[in-house]
Structure formats: structure tokens, C-alpha cells
């Protein structure tokens, strides 16, 4: 059986130079977030820190999973195999097994009544106005108590106390289960995991159909079924390779004010009422490594993740356009608050790259509302490429298309309010841009556009000639 274990992810990254240390002593409610960024943004690696201030025994890791490379790591594959990898895995789900929780690490150390204190936890203060620390990378397990069905998704918690958080549930599934037991005013049994194995992570950012067990796509993932445990005071299932599962439930019509917070936008949500967490119970390992995860400006893990869901959503969406693109490549731009996407593909006839556009900001995921298209000498994932493209390519008359009045994802601030509806529908405008050179059959026009590079510059290797 596969190690199924977060922190196997994090030696994982240290062994192939991907982590560094911090041993100095640090505080999560004042600098791990800015130390984590920093370390990413400079070197391009994860963090580990081992000295926290006021939580003696806790270890946290930050940006283990923020680009293709990270991810690789954890699914054991290459990164440039790594989205058809995911793809087709996502079609072969395991469905998970119960061990015996004598077995199960995230049961080393139990706490009940007042002793399951939220404010023992590391948590981080992550963006600047925030009002304090927030769990952000707590992924809830709840049951559909009509089917039986599991569920799990993330969901932002501000800590308010030993016992309370805020609950964000946005209009998904975990809504529409959330409002079969307060119908019933009764309150919604929960088991929040913070630090798994990056399959768990992956798939609890998923957008599948309703009933879909997210667990069960995680075991596709790793190709292996993942092991579960019952929870201590609900009748749960959680992972038993987890560093920390936070038991509870979602206190019917009880709300709270929560916010604001520093978003994958990298803009702030600001304050509104949230739904009520109370805590119950709290397991961990016995030398735990938290979670921590940089939600806001300028890229964290939190975009990440989406942004790899959309990525895989959207190749398997845009394989249906026209019988099949000529697809090499999708990017969602985490740096533009996953509201962007490049499409490299090599048009085969005029049009079809607005085709697959105006599919790509028809998938199953809202988020983006800027869709580009760039050919197949351009690299997806370098804006200076594609910036380049969208300079050389585009006549704005002819390859920019405006489309009004479309529905928006709810953080998108800059859009309208839905009349009559929350904050969380919303309705704007969406951009495609068409930065391809003229399709296949037309190839004197192809070579028009073709960019001056340095002669021999597919060839020439610097190793070669460099010290």
C-alpha cells in the first residue's frame, strides 16, 4: 500500500531539493506567511518550519503543492505527464477501506471536552487585514443524511474561540446538503482534515456530480484505496494517514460575522455572516505537521489547487469540442485569481480557436472569465510568451470577443450583484482573446508570424559551455 501521508509528500519534496527548513524560531500568527511566500516567490520552494512560537511539538509546512512540479512529486509522475496522468485517473476511482483505528496515525493523540482547543492549534494569519488566524486548508467531510452520500470540500474557518470558527459553505454540494438537516433543524455532523496526502487535496477541489465520494477519486488518483478510521463523536469516516482531523458540526440556523479575508483572488472577501463551526473533538499525530496555506496575493497553495481542478476539467471538457482539439497544453493563471486561462492548441481550420475559447468559459468551473489562445510554438506557461503573442497576434477588431451578461464567479468583485440575490451570484462580462497564428491549411500565413529566435537555439545546450 502507497504511503498515503502528507507528511511523506513533504520528504518527498525535501529529497528532491524542492523544501527548505526553518529552524529559527517562528510565529504563525505574524511571519510563517510572509516566510513561506518569500521562500516560494525567491526559490521556488516549499517550506518546513520547525521552531513555532507557542505551539512546542507542531511542525508546519506552507506552498507544498503551488506549481506542476510539486504536484509531480506527489503523484510520483512527470510533470509533463502530469494532467493527462490526473485525467485519466479521475475516471478510475478506488473506493476506500476501513482500518482499525489502533493502526491509524491521525489517532495517536485524542483530545475530548476542553482539552479540544482550537487555539492550540498553529493556525496562521495569513493576509494582512485579516482579522486573526484562519484555518484555511481544513477540507470538511460531511453525509448527505437523504443518501448516505459522502461529501468533501474545502472550506474557509476563522478561529473564534477554543471551540467555535466560521464556516463558509459557498452554493455547491456541500450547500444543498447543508440544507436537507436545516430543514430538519438539525445540526450537520462535520470532520475538517488539515494536512493529507495531495490525491485528498486534489480531489476535495474536484468539481464531480453530485453523490460523487471524493474519496473515492482520491484512490483513483494514487491508484490505491484510501485508508479510513471512524470519527470519535459523529459517525464520520476520515483518512488514517492524516496529521489533524477536527471533529464537530454546523449549528443549524446559527450564524456568525466572519471576515474579512485575504482570497484566492488575491483580493480581500470582506466581512458577512458565515455559518457556525462547534468543535467536539480533535485527533492528531503525535508529532503533527500542520498545514498552512496562503490563500491570498500573490499565489499559494489555495490557487493551486483550483487551478490544477480546472486545468483537468478543461481537457476533458474541450476533448468534446468539434470531436477533439489539436490540444498541447492548459494553463489557469493562479496569479490572475484563477480568472484566466491560456489554451495552447494548433488550430486546424479559421474559427477554431474561438470554438474552444467560448468552451473553455463554458466548463464546469466559473472561475475564469479571460480565455486566451496561443499556438503551438508558444509556451502556455510563460506570460512573457504569451504576452508576446497577444502583442504580435492579435488585431483587437477581429480577435478580441466581448460576451455580456453571463453568469460570474462569486469573488469576482469587480461584476453585479444578481438582483434580489447574495453576494454569491453574481452576473458580467467575459473576454476571449485569439492569439493563435492562422489555422494549419494556410501556411505561408503561419510563417509570417513565426518568432526570430536565436539561431540554433533549439540545439544548443549551455551545459556544454558553461562551467
Known amino acids: 500500500m502507497r504511503d498515503q501521508s502528507f507528511r511523506g509528500h513533504v520528504r518527498n519534496l525535501e529529497q528532491q531539493g524542492e523544501l527548505v527548513r526553518v529552524d529559527t524560531e517562528t510565529d504563525p500568527k505574524a511571519n510563517v506567511s510572509a516566510i513561506g511566500w518569500k521562500t516560494f516567490d525567491r526559490f521556488g520552494k516549499s517550506t518546513l518550519f520547525t521552531n513555532l512560537k507557542g505551539h512546542p511539538g507542531w511542525q508546519l509546512a506552507t506552498a507544498v503543492i503551488t506549481d506542476r512540479r510539486k504536484w509531480a512529486i506527489g503523484f510520483g509522475v512527470d510533470e509533463d505527464a502530469l494532467i493527462p496522468t490526473l485525467v485519466e485517473r479521475l475516471k478510475k476511482p478506488v473506493e ?67 471551540d467555535r470558527t466560521g464556516f463558509l459553505i459557498c452554493p455547491r454540494h456541500a450547500q444543498q446538503i447543508h440544507q436537507r438537516y436545516e430543514a430538519t433543524n438539525t445540526p450537520m455532523p462535520a470532520a475538517v482534515v488539515v494536512g493529507a496526502h495531495p490525491a485528498i487535496l486534489y480531489a476535495a477541489g474536484y468539481t464531480t456530480t453530485f453523490g460523487t465520494d471524493e474519496l473515492a477519486v482520491a484512490g483513483g488518483l494514487i491508484e490505491d484505496a484510501i485508508r479510513l478510521v471512524k470519527c470519535e463523536t459523529n459517525d464520520l469516516e476520515v483518512p488514517a494517514d492524516a496529521e489533524l482531523v477536527i471533529e464537530g458540526e454546523i449549528l443549524p440556523h446559527e450564524m456568525t460575522e466572519e471576515g474579512p479575508f485575504g482570497e484566492v483572488t488575491g483580493t480581500y472577501a470582506m466581512e458577512g455572516a458565515t455559518q457556525v463551526f462547534r468543535v ?28 490544477t481542478c480546472i486545468e483537468c476539467a478543461l481537457h476533458e471538457h474541450l476533448a468534446k469540442v468539434e470531436g477533439g482539439l489539436d490540444l498541447l497544453d492548459i494553463r489557469c493563471l493562479g496569479i490572475a485569481g484563477l480568472m484566466a486561462v491560456v489554451l495552447k492548441l494548433r488550430p486546424r481550420v479559421a474559427g477554431q480557436a474561438k470554438t474552444a475559447l467560448m468552451a473553455a468559459l463554458s466548463g464546469p468551473y466559473m472561475h475564469p472569465k479571460l480565455a486566451i489562445a496561443v499556438d503551438d510554438d508558444i509556451d502556455a506557461g510563460d506570460l512573457r510568451q504569451v504576452f508576446w503573442s497577444l502583442t504580435t497576434r492579435v488585431d483587437a477588431s477581429r480577435d478580441v470577443t466581448r460576451i455580456g451578461n453571463t453568469r460570474i464567479w462569486s469573488l469576482d468583485n469587480v461584476s453585479d450583484i444578481v438582483p434580489g440575490m447574495s453576494a454569491m451570484y453574481r452576473i458580467g462580462g467575459k473576454t476571449i482573446i485569439d ?22 537555439y533549439a ?3 549551455l551545459e556544454d559551455f558553461l562551467p
Request: glycine letters at 6%.
Open 459 to 461: 540545439t544548443v545546450r
Open 435 to 456: 492569439a493563435t497564428k492562422p489555422a494549419a491549411p494556410q501556411a505561408e500565413e503561419r510563417e509570417r508570424f513565426a518568432a526570430a529566435m536565436p539561431k540554433n
Open 96 to 162: 476506500p477501506v476501513m482500518v482499525d483505528a489502533a493502526t491509524a496515525p491521525v489517532k495517536e493523540v485524542i483530545l475530548t471536552g476542553a482539552d479540544a482547543d482550537l487555539t492550540k492549534l498553529p493556525a496562521m494569519w495569513t493576509s494582512e487585514a485579516d482579522p486573526g488566524p484562519y484555518i484555511a486548508a481544513g477540507m470538511a467531510i460531511i453525509r448527505d443524511p437523504d443518501t448516505g452520500k459522502r461529501n468533501i470540500s474545502y472550506h474557509r474557518m476563522q478561529v473564534m474561540g477554543p
Open 280 to 307: 467536539t473533538a480533535i485527533t492528531h499525530r503525535r508529532d503533527p505537521v500542520f498545514y498552512g496555506m496562503h490563500a491570498g496575493a500573490p499565489m499559494g497553495d489555495s490557487q493551486s489547487i483550483t487551478a
